[in-house]
């Protein structure tokens, strides 16, 4: 096995250790529990350092997308979380949709 597979199967294994240790700790806390609560934390502002990164410094194909169109989708996308009771599905396919069309319009 080459040294890179390697690693990214102990980080893989590390990864689902870690899940599993925190379903299984995360069974017996209640949700107000503050544990839950800065994982929770934790977790939105790692989202949130991914979607900013993505916008403004892409890397891949979505830096082919102009930046009109990657905003575009993200004032869309935030829309309707907000306004669909905070439902992350619509949200990321109106975003998706609003990013394509602007993206073909500037084309």
């Known amino acids: ?7 990214l199967a102990a980080t893989a294994l590390a990864c689902l250790a870690l899940r599993l240790a925190g379903v299984w700790l995360a069974g017996g806390l209640s949700t ?3 544990a839950i609560a800065w994982a929770t934390a934790v977790a939105q502002a790692t989202l949130a350092a991914f979607v ?8 891949g194909a979505l830096a082919e997308v102009p930046l009109a169109a990657r905003l575009a989708g993200l004032g869309l996308g935030v829309a309707v979380c907000l306004g669909f009771g905070r439902r992350m599905l619509p949200a990321l396919l109106a975003g ?12």
């Open 1 to 7: 096995m080459a040294p890179a597979d390697l690693a």
């Open 52 to 59: 900013t990164l993505a916008i403004v410094a892409p890397a």
């Open 96 to 107: 998706l949709a609003a990013m394509l069309l602007v993206r073909a319009l500037l084309a």
């Open 32 to 34: 107000e529990h503050p």
